[in-house]
């Protein structure tokens, strides 16, 4: 017996998990599995694998949905809020404590922390930028499509909607894989019997569905209609919320194409951002929550950062929700696979431009800083050294550079 009522003991673990959950999506996923299969049993084996391809096929930040999802299943729509809150709190509270230092003492800190972060930045993309190539690159034809797509987002401004649309049509139409080879478990007659999933209707996931289609209606048409800056960059980070696939590092292409490129955000204080979100345990879309507080609104900084960091997760919450019920019969189609399979592939395409675009030309200024990344490189990936390791030993490397060049 639990010593706490339900809904506590979700907040209490979540917490604790968004605590000590380094490592990024799929190290996540694997604490999620320990921690509700292994050791509480809140899900079987089944139901959790089935939960986490549910969120992997949808947009949004996989290991945030998955934990959203439990929280669904053992407390209902509470017992989902309150695991998302606590797994999501302690980044957002680093980051945005980070991003107040930042802002502070923006002389000395921009001299001896932020090139570390850059270069700390680089690395990090690489090296998710090479597992993804590995994951979903697996034929030469998909890397044609991938070089294609990144060639497509250096040209055109806005070539990153194009990408995805282009690579989801030829998914949809062309491509084949194989029938899946397992049987889904999702079905009611196969959930306990505390296992609140078994509750949702369908008409629940017409109603989620419908909310989200009119939340990014309103947020494409506001890139025409000139809403104000807050509205402008709300807008932002739900369509990129609504149409990232892959993990957190993709947030990157979309955010500093509509962010960076438009000069809603400096350049240095993205990437810096970035490399610093690095460090910090939880998901990494939380990254949204430190450029919300550098954006230029009439409201508070925090609450600009708060807002910015709902609208980026909204999406991939109302799409769990809404996907739940169909969720049986939309793994089944052939051809949604195949759409997601080549839609990945796009996206390691538009990770390769924003690695080229924005962060090695800034970053990568001398040899110094090149040794730098090269041996943070090896460390992370030959050595596996987790990522808040790689950030503190990539300041201190470049601070030690600067000693250096001044002796």
């Not at 980051?95 to 921009?110: E, P, T």
Request: aromatic residues 16%.
């Amino acid at each position: 017996m639990n010593k706490y009522p339900i809904i506590f003991l979700i907040f209490w673990v979540f917490l604790r998990l968004g605590l000590t959950s380094f490592g990024g999506p799929l190290a996540h996923i694997g604490y999620f599995h320990q921690e509700f299969v292994v050791r509480r049993k809140w899900l079987s084996e089944n139901e959790f694998n089935e939960l986490v391809a549910l969120c992997q096929f949808l947009p949004g930040p996989a290991s945030s949905q998955v934990g959203l999802a439990i929280g669904f299943a053992k407390g209902g729509y509470i017992g989902a809020m309150l695991a998302w809150i606590a797994f999501t709190l302690p980044s957002v509270v680093m980051l945005i404590l980070f991003a107040v230092g930042m802002m502070k003492s923006s002389g000395m800190f921009f001299y001896y922390i932020v090139p570390g972060l850059k270069i700390v930045a680089v690395v990090i993309v690489a090296h998710a930028l090479l597992g993804m190539f590995k994951s979903h690159c697996t034929d030469k034809n998909k890397v044609s499509l991938m070089v294609l797509s990144c060639v497509c987002a250096l040209i055109f401004p806005y070539g990153q909607w194009l990408v995805i649309i282009i690579c989801a049509g030829l998914g949809f139409f062309y491509y084949k894989i194989p029938e899946a080879r397992f049987v889904t478990h999702l079905s009611q007659s196969n959930y306990h019997q505390s296992n609140h999933i078994a509750e949702l209707t369908l008409s629940h996931g017409v109603f989620w569905l419908v909310l989200f289609l009119l939340l990014l209606f309103f947020a494409c048409i506001s890139a025409f209609i000139s809403p104000g800056e807050l509205v402008k960059s709300l807008s932002i980070f739900y369509r990129t919320g609504a149409s990232v696939f892959g993990g957190g590092h993709v947030v990157l292409p979309f955010l500093e194409a509509q962010l960076v490129n438009t000069r809603l955000i400096e350049n240095s204080i993205f990437i810096s951002g970035y490399g610093a979100a690095q460090a910090v345990p939880g998901p990494l879309f939380t990254f949204a929550a430190f450029l919300g507080f550098f954006l230029q609104t009439s409201l508070s900084p925090y609450w600009v950062a708060l807002l910015s960091l709902l609208a980026i997760f909204l999406p991939g919450i109302l799409l769990v929700f809404s996907a739940l019920p169909f969720w049986y019969r939309l793994r089944q189609k052939n051809k949604l696979q195949g759409a997601l399979a080549l839609v990945n592939v796009g996206v390691v395409g538009l990770l390769l431009a924003t690695f080229y675009d924005a962060l090695w030309g800034s970053a990568i200024i001398g040899y110094q800083d090149f040794i730098v990344a090269i041996l943070l490189f090896l460390f992370i990936c030959q050595y596996k050294f987790p990522s808040w390791v790689i950030v503190i030993l990539g300041v201190l490397a470049q601070n030690l550079v600067l000693l250096i060049s001044f002796a």
